[in-house]
Structures are given as C-alpha cells and as structure tokens.
C-alpha cells in the first residue's frame, strides 16, 4: 500500500492505495455529451509509464530518431511532451488538494478536461499537484503529476496480486453492453439513457484489434464463433485481403482447453493487477491480450446478460427475481479507432507499407 504526497511540503494527497494495471480505456474519449463513470476502483491507482498532458508537438516537430526511441513506429497527429509516469486515482480518494479556478479551461465542454495542464493544487503550499477529469464523453479521474507528487509505503503488507485460479474464482466479468447516460442525466435508465455497446469493450477491442492485425501477417484471419466473431470478424474481414488462407485465432488462457497445434493466434486475458499477459506452457502463438474482464466474458459467455431493474416492481416480485435481459444495441460493433491506432503505432511492425497503408486509411 501507498500514499502519495505533495513534492514541495510532504502533504498526504490520498488515501492508503494499492496499484493496478492501467485500464486499456484510461485515455479514451467515448461519444460526445455522455457521461461515464470514474475510471479507477477505489483504493487504486494505476501509473501510466508515457509522457500524458501538455504540452504537446505535431508529428513534424519530432525527429525520427526520437520517435523511435519513444517507441513510437508510424505518424500519429501530435505526442505528448509531459512527463512520464503519471498516476491516475478516483477522485473519492483524493486529499488535501484544491481546484486552481484560473485553470478550469484548456477546451473543457460539460466539466474539466486536463488540456490546459494541472488544475489542481496543494491545499498547504498550492504547489499544482493534479488535473482532475470529469468532462462529458470522459472517464471521471484524477491525474497526479509525477514531477509534483512523491509515493510512501504505508505500514501493513501488500496483499499479493491474485492468481489465475483465483480470479476465475470471482468470476467477475464486463457485460459487452451496458446503459449509458448523457450528460447531466441521473445514471441508469430513462429517456435520457440508452442502451449501448460497452465503451470499455470497445477500448479493449481497439488494443485487440491491432494485435490481430500484426499477428495475421497480412493474410485473412477467423476468429471464434459468437460474440468474438461479432466484435473482431468485420473489421478483420474489412481490413485484410481475402484469399489467402486464413490465420486462426482462438481463445486460450485459464481454465481453457489446451490450445490445438492448428492455432495461429491465441486471445488471452491480461492481469488486471500486474498486466501481466496469461502464456501456456508449451510453444506459444501470437498472443493477443484482451482484459482479464473482456477475456472473462467472451470464455464463459452468459446468454442473456441481466439489465438492472428501475421503477417500481409490481407487488410480490421481488428485484432478485425481476432480472429482464439487457437489450442488444442495434447498431454493429465497432472497435475503438484512436485506441486501436495508438496501440497500432506503437507495435514495430507498424513500420510495415501494408500496415501504413491501413493507418492512412
């Protein structure tokens, strides 16, 4: 467990924490006027180990050499020249710091969006700590600084990461689709809702996505029947050339069968804890890794995902028995585009004429 502090007078700033792996949807933009939720469960934090925030530089300002060296393998529009290592927490576990109100621009719409550098301050020495996110179409968060904040350890053992068997156990999954609110509507059902694939399901799917494409070196790919093929099997099928016999990709990972000789591709659940990707034991294919509550959904499937109930139920039904399925959104599913181009550049084979070609388009 840590804590962290202010750099410039040693002030507490959160609440006792224990770090996670950061979540595939940290950055994302879903939408537009829609409100998600906070990002982090409570009691956790997450490091991003990339330069975050302003200020920022085009493409053509940046040698090849260095972005090379930040791991950076096909033009994006602009990188960030922040520091590395920002960490990110709920805003319930925050302390001791303040809103700066001259800092509450930098492009915000509904709330606050971070553009404009930290909008949050040491309440003792007002040294800026922070940016805090809640704008529509963002997931609700604090950003500590790394350059302003210092992390302690705190008195008390850290519990172990789970293991494989353990966090099969919980059996906690991300159902595919979920309400989602616009903003300054109350969370959950109503006029102001709507039923919708799941923002984080298309985050994961972005990621996913381009590690397929890389692992199919150019040649179709199939993907598992059912839900998988829903998500994956258009965009592969839109993207890759027909013809050529096709890569297999299947599901692998705890409590899965072996997977056969025959596969090319393994989709594989990553650590929510470590972000440690799940390996087999014998000779590996090209695993692409999904998260762990993603992975979890797609190996175990329930038919009928349950919607929560809303309203007042008729009288003796009680809300245990009233378990309507969720509504399947209408329209196709389509994985996230800017977390699927952010993971593509940043794999090598990106260099690649024919992958370049696809981020052209």
Sequence with gaps: MFVFVCAGCGAALTTS???????????????????????????????????????WRTWDEIPPDEAAARGVHAPVHTLSDGAPGAIVIAPGDARGAVLVPENRGGGYC?????????????????????????????????????????RLPVDGAEAAPCSWTELLAEGEGTPPFEPIARWGARAGHGSTAFWSWSPRWEAAAGRALAHLLVASEGRPVTVPDGLAQEVFQRSLDAMLPPGAQARRAVLAGPGQPAPGGDADILLVPSHPQTGETWSPAGPAAYRVPLPFEVWWWLAFPEPDPPAPPSGRLPDGVLHEDFDPPAPHPRPLFRADQEVFRRTLVRLPAARSPWLREILGR
């Design 17 to 55: 924490l224990s770090q996670v792996a950061l979540p595939v949807h940290a950055h994302q933009k879903y939408g537009n006027g829609l409100q998600l939720p906070v990002l982090m469960e409570p009691g956790t934090f997450a490091v991003d180990p990339e330069p975050w925030g302003p200020p």
């Design 110 to 150: 509904c709330g606050l969006d971070g553009a404009g550098g930290p909008n949050m301050a040491c309440a003792q020495c007002a040294l800026p700590v922070a940016s805090r996110i809640d704008d529509c179409s963002l997931w609700q968060a604090i950003w500590l600084a790394p350059n302003a904040v210092r």
